[in-house]
């Protein structure tokens, strides 16, 4: 491959695999192909007053960052690199939400200085002494790999009629049906949509493979668990899809067990 053969394969991916959904007539979703260290996927939202468009997170990242206990809005050395972060992508703090007012004409210039800014945002969660020592996917990874109840492979990918490979955590063999999983530390609108669009687009390869019997279900933290908004859980649930808590270890294991 050639150096363009290589930018269009990537700029390809990109555009292929990002989201954007209309709220309103005045807000957009936008779902990033990228994911933090937690695996969420990365998004913000574009609003427009008419005349500007305002590209925000909405207060979700300094939310989320807090949740894994890390905190950027108490005074020392790390809220100094958040800072110095936020100006050198030029976004602002307006009420615990980043924001950058833009013309259209710079928007898609906005929409990667965010992108990039919020990945690098997020790598203060891989800092956090707490969560250096453990992270929700590794202690999930961990229990179900040592576990005798479970037969379980890890880390694959399904092929999706958008020809897009969608990645799943686990697969299980549970009572002689193939169960998929994937681990989210929270569910959030984001994660709702991903997984879904995902579900979707792999719905004829998984036909083709396993028949009408799999299932996936998604496995989240206790904290995750008890925060789950109603709207979320339904959405999920029309589609089949369950949700599990990794501290009850006895509804995984009737679940998801051999």
Known sequence: MNATDIKNTYLNYIKENAVF?????????????????????????????????????????????????VDVTKKGRRQDIFNSLLHFNGFDLHNGAIERTTGKEQLGQVIHDMTQ??????????????????????????????????TVFPA????????LEHRFNFVFMSKGISKIARVH???????????????????????????????LYIIVSDDGYRNIKDDHQ???????????????????????GK
């Open 185 to 215: 530390n929270h569910i959030t609108k984001q994660q709702v949509d991903t997984i879904l669009a995902s579900w979707l687009d792999t719905s004829e390869y998984r036909r083709k493979e396993y028949g009408d019997t799999e299932q």
């Open 21 to 69: 959904n209309d709220v309103t007539d005045t807000h957009t979703e936008v779902i990033t192909p990228f994911v933090d260290p937690l695996g969420e996927a990365i998004g913000f939202s574009i609003k427009s007053n008419g005349k500007h468009l305002t590209v925000t997170d909405d207060g979700y990242t300094i939310w989320n960052l807090s949740v894994n206990n």
């Open 117 to 150: 800014l919020l990945m690098n945002v997020y790598d203060f969660i891989q800092l956090a002494p707490s969560n250096v020592k453990s992270q929700f996917l590794d202690d999930v990874k961990y229990y179900f790999m040592k576990n005798d109840h479970y």
């Open 156 to 163: 694959f990918s399904i092929a999706g009629k958008s020809r």
């Open 234 to 256: 339904i959405a999920l649930q029309e589609y089949g899809i369950n949700i599990l808590n990794f501290s009850d270890k006895e509804q995984l294991e009737i679940q998801l």
